[in-house]
């Protein structure tokens, strides 16, 4: 009976997603002033942090998600630098990024955190994982603190602050709709996902020109 209504949740979560257009104040909230995007593609921005359990639980569906994009649309990864670790995660997912090695790092620190259970926050711990996924460790250490990864460490601290991000994931869809998982009565992370590719359609209908 508990597995019964458990499927009869999952369906109608997702039922609902699919049958309804977003609504502010329920789906999404509107971000205000909205910040300044790309004219040329529709920007979606996935803000999470590696310490994040319900970020390495999305993390899966994301991987997914991203494949079934447009090309009008452009994702991103940014990292929540709320200080502390948070901060301390941030720096090396863009340390990574600059070392081209995150294609091969991302998913396996999600995955050394929250399956493996590795205490793996210290740089020093850090910089042995990196290295253990064919990135040089003596390289590693001297990104991150380098001009680049600290100049956009700076850049997610005042993009989240500038979108209001409280917490970790949050969809934000062309600098103007703020997005957080719903409960799981409507959807959980997939019917988050459903809401983003609503407003995806929805800024890209309100891209096209007016007809003449």
Request: hydrophobic share 45%.
């Amino acid at each position: 009976m508990a597995a019964l209504v458990l499927l009869t949740a999952a369906f109608a979560g997702a039922a609902y997603a699919q049958s309804t257009d977003p609504v502010e104040g329920r789906d999404y909230t509107l971000i205000t002033p909205a910040t300044e995007t790309s004219a040329d593609a529709i920007e979606v921005v996935e803000v999470f942090g590696y310490s994040c359990s319900h970020c390495a639980h999305f993390q899966p569906l994301v991987s997914q998600w991203k494949k079934t994009l447009a090309d009008d649309v452009k994702f991103e990864y940014l990292p929540a630098a709320f200080g502390g670790v948070w901060e301390v995660y941030a720096r090396v997912y863009y340390t990574a990024e600059t070392m081209g090695a995150l294609d091969k790092t991302h998913d396996a620190l999600f995955e050394a955190l929250h399956t493996e259970r590795r205490p793996v926050s210290k740089i020093e711990d850090l910089a042995d994982f990196y290295a253990e996924h064919g990135v040089d460790k003596a390289q590693f250490l001297s990104t991150l603190d380098s001009f680049p990864v600290n100049a956009k460490v700076a850049t997610a601290r005042e993009r989240a602050a500038a979108w209001n991000i409280e917490g970790t994931p949050t969809m934000v869809v062309a600098g103007k709709y703020r997005v957080m998982a719903p409960p799981q009565d409507r959807g959980g992370f997939k019917g988050m996902l459903e809401i983003v590719d609503r407003l995806i359609a929805r800024e890209r209908a309100a891209r096209k020109p007016a007809a003449a």
